[in-house]
């Protein structure tokens, strides 16, 4: 799984991509907040590097939505930023920040920082799903079928997660809806079932155990 940068300065985005690479942490980097979200849809990050100092939006109110979100909540994030006053580093870790790392900073510490950190947190959550052929590690966000991993989008991921923990219980298009986007259904809405659909394709034969209770909503089961 990836890592994820969030900085605009192209030379030090380039220059921690490349480092990290080079130090077996896969990572690709974003000058801009609209393009890491459009990738957080695609794919759940392994762990997000975010400078504060950003256009479009601060790298403060991107740490607040996601540790407001269910779904990553438990998201590593290590800040890094040219900012260092004690008032910044406070308040990013008041946000939920996991580590903070002023600029300028040698390549070398940063590859050590970041292997202490997915270290610490993935250690800490042990908590894992499996039903049948399907086994979901939250602390990793990793998802496999089989033992091979499946890449998928952010809504995809909280769904499957949301079922697993409901193992064997209906859950209605409403509860999904209200949970994960945030706003009742309408009736006429067909975004939950558009999405297990294709969740149900990246899964292959275990998007079997992704049951639909007509008029209702949807439900996992084991084999």
């Given at each position: 799984m990836?890592?994820?940068?969030?900085e605009d300065d192209e030379n030090i985005r380039e220059l921690v991509v490349y480092a990290l690479n080079q130090s077996g942490l896969p990572?690709?980097?974003?000058?801009?907040p609209s393009a890491f979200y459009?990738?957080?849809?695609?794919?759940?990050?392994?762990m997000l590097l975010l400078d504060i100092m950003l256009p479009e939006e601060d790298g403060l109110s991107i740490l607040r939505k996601i540790r407001e979100n269910p779904a990553t909540r438990k998201l590593p994030v290590m800040m890094l930023t040219a900012?260092?006053?004690?008032?910044?580093?406070?308040l990013g870790l008041d946000l939920g920040a996991d580590d903070y790392?002023?600029?300028?900073?040698?390549?070398m510490e940063l590859a050590a920082r970041v292997k202490a950190l997915l270290r610490r947190t993935e250690?800490?959550?042990?908590?894992?799903?499996r039903v049948g052929r399907l086994a979901v590690f939250p602390g990793k966000h990793l998802v496999t079928v089989d033992g091979e991993a499946v890449t998928l989008a952010l809504k995809e991921y909280e769904i499957l997660c949301m079922l697993l923990k409901n193992e064997d219980k209906v859950l209605t298009?409403?509860?999904?809806?209200s949970e994960i986007w945030g706003y009742a259904?309408?009736?006429?809405?067909?975004?939950?079932?558009?999405?297990?659909?294709?969740l149900r394709q990246k899964l292959g034969g275990a998007g079997e155990y992704i049951e639909t209770v007509r008029g209702v909503g949807y439900k996992i089961i084991g084999d």
């Open positions: 990836m890592i994820y940068l969030v990572t690709t980097g974003f000058g801009r459009a990738a957080m849809e695609q794919a759940m990050p392994r900012r260092s006053s004690e008032y910044d580093k406070v790392m002023p600029k300028p900073f040698g390549m250690a800490a959550e042990e908590k894992e799903y298009r409403d509860r999904l809806l259904f309408d009736g006429e809405n067909r975004t939950v079932d558009v999405h297990i659909r294709t």
